[in-house]
């Protein structure tokens, strides 16, 4: 995958991006919204090898670039039933509040859509996590269920998720790039 929209790229991670996969991972600050406050404790090593034997395969790891700078990453998985599962996180910190995940949401789901042919994309996100459900929302999906006290993080809190699911017909494409033409509202 290489999507492109103005400074940003979305790309398929190589192994040669494992050792930024690993140092992000691994970072209890990136990684504690996703449950992880202490990282993930992988290896450069064990994700190249990850990387190299799902080439093709069902699950997609890519990496988010803003003017060639590696800024984040994304990931998709097929489910089934033409519906995608999602999940993104801008690791640069300084990158993060500007914006750009309902533009990088909008370049992965339109192909998705488009270039892909899947007819539903799905996604969850920590209960606590109000600022990914704000920018979800606006993108158009539609809030499931709350899944309270569902899983314990590495520190041993219960935590609550919620899931979201988005149709072609309600998606609202923030980089206008696709072949759909949900755009978004006028400010």
Same mark, same amino acid.
């Given at each position: 995958m290489l999507l492109t929209y103005n400074d940003l790229m979305i790309r398929d991670a190589t192994e040669k991006d494992a050792e930024q996969l690993a140092a992000w991972w691994n970072d209890g600050g990136?990684?504690?919204?996703? =449950?992880?406050?202490?990282?993930?404790?992988?290896?450069?090593?064990s994700i190249a090898e990850e990387l190299r034997s799902n080439k093709g395969g069902t699950h997609r790891q890519l990496i988010i670039e803003?003017?060639?700078?590696?800024?984040?990453?994304?990931?998709?998985? @097929?489910k089934g039933s033409r519906t995608a599962e999602i999940g993104i996180k801008i690791c640069d910190a300084s990158k993060q509040e500007k914006g750009l995940g309902k533009i990088l949401l909008s370049m992965l789901i339109a192909s998705l859509f488009c270039d892909l042919g899947y007819q539903k994309v799905v996604l969850d996100t920590?209960?606590?996590?109000?600022?990914?459900?704000?920018?979800?929302?606006?993108?158009?999906?539609?809030?499931?269920?709350?899944?309270?006290? !569902?899983?314990? @993080?590495?520190? =041993?809190?219960?935590? !609550? !998720?919620?899931?979201y699911e988005l149709h072609q017909?309600?998606?609202? @494409?923030?980089?206008? =790039? =696709?072949?759909?033409r949900n755009d978004p509202p006028m400010p």
């Amino acid at each position: 995958m290489l999507l492109t929209y103005n400074d940003l790229m979305i790309r398929d991670a190589t192994e040669k991006d494992a050792e930024q996969l690993a140092a992000w991972w691994n970072d209890g600050g990136i990684m504690a919204h996703a =449950g992880f406050p202490n990282g993930l404790g992988r290896t450069a090593q064990s994700i190249a090898e990850e990387l190299r034997s799902n080439k093709g395969g069902t699950h997609r790891q890519l990496i988010i670039e803003m003017d060639h700078v590696a800024i984040g990453e994304m990931n998709y998985r @097929d489910k089934g039933s033409r519906t995608a599962e999602i999940g993104i996180k801008i690791c640069d910190a300084s990158k993060q509040e500007k914006g750009l995940g309902k533009i990088l949401l909008s370049m992965l789901i339109a192909s998705l859509f488009c270039d892909l042919g899947y007819q539903k994309v799905v996604l969850d996100t920590d209960l606590e996590n109000r600022r990914a459900q704000h920018v979800y929302e606006r993108l158009g999906f539609v809030k499931l269920r709350v899944n309270e006290n !569902s899983w314990t @993080d590495q520190l =041993g809190k219960l935590r !609550s !998720s919620v899931d979201y699911e988005l149709h072609q017909k309600e998606f609202v @494409d923030f980089a206008n =790039g =696709g072949c759909l033409r949900n755009d978004p509202p006028m400010p």
